[in-house]
């Protein structure tokens, strides 16, 4: 990276340092001041990437141990079998590199996961394997055994267009699957998003609609509308970075392909440190990954069958040392039946400083609370720190998850909030010059589509002045009737979900403009410490809100009975007439104001009521949907008649601005 460019990023941090500090709100009593969160970065930066039971990712664990055990906090560490695969990195490029027909080429980064050379590499003719061209059109997979495969990726401006041309190559049977040495186990799906999507949003290419968002101006594109690299480089960098996913499964793995080379729709510096996304299973390609700066010659030279060198140097370790985190500060019922608690959930494991720093955001939050006595601390508060976010195979194939392996750590959670990503700076891309904008990367805050919660989401947003931020309920259509901005890395509220659907957020930056990649020192050129405090001081609002508020009444259940807002579940011929629709959308707002108002035994007769009036006048299908709405509901409502009578229920929502008599 030249003298240049590096100028040129740091004037970018300082100007988004000035943006976000104009207009902020002062920072609660007990929140880290912005130099101790630009020390923070500043350290975990200089540990490098954060990758489960590597250097960089033991320092930040041992860090975040001794800064838990300082606030009193009770910590339980669950092990787990690993084998970790690594070698040098970025900006260390030891490890790999390429001479394309006797010229060395600059290498971006490596795939992970991929096998190795060994330090002498491997050489072999190159073949290239176009994704722009019908598979019809491309080398036949038997071309490609003992070659060094050269994959030219599709360009972002394809993506939601026709010009996109399927893979069309199926995946390979395959009787046993190993996500990591030694667990090996039959591939799992994905866990589906913590809210379901409503419509289709299309192409992740674009911003879609919202709840609310702050800065309108700062949203130059319209909805829907491609945003191009020189506005915001997150979409086209998302597309990219998970271009050769499928390929190496579908084609490189079953080709018998000596080594690949991947070339990406990359500037250079948005390509330094690249990450294939998500973490694919262990596979034995050597894979390196190029800009398209770099990668032009390669591109020519695999067209031509040209011969090359490909080192990646890698190396593992067996039976590492990972484990994930479950920590504990005690609130004033701590050890009692009484005791109510909420969940801070993130990853900590990971790339970059902006990409894995949602443990830095949750300790933010820890100091403040930490700072009151024990006996005025409404609720306990359970960490859990995750360490499986970049393992091999990802998540939903790893035989572990400690929120349904361990219950008795997280029997008190009553809700919570996913963090992640802070600090990020937006960046856009002018031909290959790749430089920040001056403003925040998007500032994410999704949840479920309970009226109340999304109220005290957007009063986060507005009371923090927060920038660029987008409140997004994807479950329903946004303020201009579309669909809203898909929930992106939902597996951290998810476990609220699991543990019985209980309210809370999932507060995002956007990551892969700024920090996505392994790339360093990062901490004072696409992060700002100001930012990071700001995006804190909402999510210290969100969880005072859990603290404090009645949580019942938050729940996701109860957006069913939401008749105020757009995307209602039932359309007009679920209803036998006109008057059945107006009389069961008046049981269903007398049941959402019971809600409000604390008054549970009411909402537990307007249930009973709403259910015996859907049998009449509702069709039978629209009915029997409607009763499994009511049948839950009717069991959150009898806990909050039981809370109310162990004193455990806090203020109601009367006069809530969310849903008032209107």
Known sequence: MTPVRISGLAAGALAIAAFCSADAQPAPAGLVPVQVIQNWLDQKDSWGPAYTAGPGWKKFMAFMHGEMKSLGMKITDLPYPYTRWYTSEFPDKSGWSLISDGVPVDIASYGTQSGST?????????????????????????????????????????????????????????DGYCGNPPLCKAPAPAEPPPSPQWGNPGANDSYKDYEYRSDPDAFPTALFARTPVSVEASFRNRDQFGQIRPVITNVLMPSGAAAAVTVMDLSPLAAAGTRIHPTPRQFNVPLLMLDRVAGAKVLRDAAAGKTATLVLNAHEEANAAAYETVATLPGRNYGTAKDQAILLATHVDGPSIIEDDGGLAILALLRHYAA??????????????????????????????????????????????????????????????????????????????????????????????????????????????????????????????????????????????????????????????????????????????????????????????????????????????????????????????SVRDGNYEHAVQALHSLRADTSRLMTPDAAEKMNRFVAEATAWAERGMAWKQQGLLVPSYAQTPAYGDH
């Open 118 to 174: 060994g330090p002498k590499g491997v050489t072999a003719p190159m073949i290239l394997y176009d994704l722009n061209l019908p598979v019809d059109q491309r080398q036949p997979l038997s071309a490609l055994a003992g070659k060094i495969v050269v994959i030219k990726q599709q360009p972002y401006e394809t993506l939601g267009t026709p010009r996109r041309i399927p893979l069309s190559v199926p995946a390979p049977r395959a």
């Open 372 to 593: 009151i006595p024990q006996e005025q601390r409404p609720k306990s508060i359970v960490v859990y720190l995750e360490s499986r976010h970049f393992v091999p195979g990802t998540e939903a194939s790893y035989p572990f998850d400690a929120v349904k392996d361990h219950p008795e750590l997280f029997k008190t959670v009553v809700g919570g909030l996913a963090l992640e990503h802070f600090g990020g700076l937006q960046f856009a891309e002018h031909g290959n010059e790749y430089s920040p904008t001056g403003k925040a990367a998007t500032t994410y805050v999704w949840g479920w589509p309970n009226p109340f919660a999304v109220a005290e989401a957007t009063a986060a947003i507005k009371d923090q002045k927060l920038p660029r931020a987008i409140n997004a309920v994807p479950a329903r259509p946004g303020i201009n009737g579309k669909p809203q901005q898909p929930w992106l890395g939902g597996g951290f509220s998810r476990y609220l979900v699991d543990l019985g659907g209980w309210p809370g957020w999932h507060i995002s930056g956007d990551w892969p403009s700024a920090g996505f990649q392994a790339y360093y020192p990062a901490a004072k050129t696409r992060v700002s410490a100001e930012l990071f405090q700001n995006q804190a001081r909402a999510a210290l609002q969100l969880a005072d809100v859990l603290m404090t508020k009645d949580v019942i009444a938050l729940a996701p259940v109860w957006a069913h009975f939401d008749t105020s807002a757009q995307g209602d579940e039932f359309a007009d011929d679920a209803y036998l007439n006109a008057d059945g629709a107006k009389q069961i959308a008046e049981d269903r707002r007398e049941i959402l104001l």
